[in-house]
Every structure is written in C-alpha cells, then in structure tokens.
C-alpha cells in the first residue's frame, strides 16, 4: 500500500506502531520515528519483541534497526528466549551476529553460545532449517575460530 511516514506526526506513528495497523510498514514506521525520537522508536520496538507482538516477519524486519540501536539488547533477548525462538527470528539474528563478528560486539559470542546456536538449528525441521541455512552458515564461518 505504501505510507508516506514524513507526513505522520510523532503522535501518528506512536498509534501507527502500537496498533501494529499494517504488520508489514510497521519497520519503516519505526524507522521514521527514530529520525525523530531515537529513545521512543527504540522503546516501542524492544516493547514488539518483550510482548511478542507482531508476527515472527515483523520481529525479523525489526532485528536489522534494534541491533543497530542497542545490539545489547539483541544479544540478551537471544540468549533469554533461544530455546522457543521461531526459525525467522532466530535466522535474522544469527546473521546479524555473523555481520559483527570483528567488532566489539562479535567478542560476547562464546564457545558456549555458538553450541546453543549449533543445537537450536538442529533442533529445527528441515524445511526450517533449509530456510535460513545460509545465515547459519554465515554465522559459523564468522565464528569459526572460536571453534
């Protein structure tokens, strides 16, 4: 449908975003509102994933803005919430956690947590897992080494 967020006021976009109106613009409502109100776009998006609000598309799309916000807080609600992770949401992170491997961040993932990663994946079917097998490839080779 396309929305013209620009045109939205703060308020807009808050009631836009908490309505979850239309679950496929809700990322670029956000996105919009963080040009305007980074605290709040971040509040109303970590509120979608500690309320699982949305659908597990939704909380992908919002993987890339989040981490690139608050990539903490990312790494916590992983760990927090692997074990009854959906395979997209679970693929989104994995391959953002790959994209960060030599940064700072890229030193919080363990030998530990790469072997949560490892069962996860296996514990998904196969047609999950043949959904995100590029991003999880991408995340062992990142971590490799740690190996």
Do not use: C
């Not at 305007?36 to 992908?60: E, H, P, T, V």
């Amino acid at each position: 449908m396309g929305y013209d967020f620009s045109k939205y006021s703060e308020k807009q976009l808050v009631d836009f975003i908490t309505d979850i109106f239309d679950i496929e613009e809700v990322s670029t409502a956000i996105r919009e509102l963080y040009k305007r109100n980074s605290d709040l776009a971040l509040q109303l998006s970590k509120n979608i994933f500690d309320n699982n609000l949305g659908d597990k598309y939704l909380q992908a799309t919002l993987v890339s803005s989040i981490f690139n916000w608050d990539s903490k807080f990312v790494f916590d609600f992983f760990l927090k919430n692997i074990d009854h992770m959906n395979y997209i949401l679970f693929g989104a992170i994995i391959e953002w956690f790959a994209l960060d491997v030599y940064q700072p961040f890229g030193q919080l993932i363990t030998k530990e947590i790469i072997r949560k990663v490892e069962e996860k994946y296996n514990n998904y079917s196969s047609k999950e897992k043949n959904e995100i097998i590029d991003k999880y490839k991408r995340f062992e080779e990142s971590y490799k080494t740690i190996l």
